[in-house]
């Protein structure tokens, strides 16, 4: 079974529009942390923001917040006010304790933001 | 600050050439890994370390090799180059996660190395 999950492959968005980017986990550990990449053209990986399964509140960093639903296992990515720099592939990664700090990607979700 | 430092950016090989991709971090990470990424598939992870003497197998070990001499090296050996391997490669590195604790610690990426292989 595949670990993470991203549904969405391709996604557009309005400029200054929110758009949220779906990711879902499979884990039995209890103590797991969840991330989301950015990848834009030039191939960079640039880390965003973190959730940690004993984190009561969810994870905001400036216009990213993660909705961090435990109980449906589900970490979406949420984007406020999209500019066209946000345009990029979004990767969900998690990391589990039992399996020797490994971290699982999802295959991504491409972000087009209109002008 | 280096960061993670990978070596080459671009290489063209050869079937059944031998190459080996060079990674550093001075950022003294313990935890460091190899993953590939592919069209459609993700980052799948290719092998991993969490200590100088200690490295295991990913998702997708089959035809490359890795050591983990220092904290601060983790070469990836690939033995006889194939078309399938043809990617692009990235190392990673970040500190060990606290179970029960905290699993914090994001991963700090190379700029990755493109391999093709003809």
């Known amino acids: 079974a595949q670990k993470i999950t991203q549904t969405q492959p391709g996604m557009f968005v309005q400029e200054k529009e929110a758009v949220t980017l779906d990711c879902t986990y499979d884990t039995s550990d209890p103590s797991y942390g969840l991330f989301w990449y950015k990848q834009p053209s030039s191939g960079e990986m640039i880390f965003l923001i973190y959730?940690?399964?004993?984190?009561?509140q969810n994870a905001t960093e400036g216009r990213y917040s993660l909705n961090f639903q435990k109980a449906r296992k589900s970490a979406n990515l949420v984007i406020s006010a999209s500019q066209l720099g946000d345009s990029a592939m979004y990767f969900c990664a998690m990391r589990e304790s039992n399996t020797g700090n490994q971290f699982y990607f999802g295959t991504g979700t491409s972000l087009t933001v209109i002008p | 600050n280096a960061g993670v430092t990978q070596t080459p950016k671009f290489q063209v090989l050869k079937t059944g050439q031998s190459m080996t991709l060079q990674c550093a971090q001075d950022?003294?990470?313990?935890?460091m890994s190899w993953y590939r990424q592919d069209p459609g598939m993700g980052l799948r992870l290719i092998h991993y370390?969490?200590?100088?003497?200690?490295?295991d197998q990913g998702e997708v070990p089959n035809g490359y090799n890795v050591s983990r001499s220092t904290t601060e090296d983790f070469p990836l050996r690939l033995l006889s180059a194939a078309p399938s391997q043809t990617s692009v490669y990235f190392c990673?590195?970040?500190?060990?996660?606290?179970?029960?604790?905290?699993?914090?610690?994001?991963?700090?990426f190379g700029e990755g190395s493109r391999l093709t292989v003809l």
């Open positions: 950022m003294n990470h313990e935890y």
């Open positions: 959730q940690g399964s004993y984190d009561q």
């Open positions: 990673a590195s970040g500190e060990q996660g606290l179970a029960g604790v905290s699993m914090a610690g994001e991963l700090f």
């Open positions: 370390s969490v200590g100088a003497g200690i490295t």
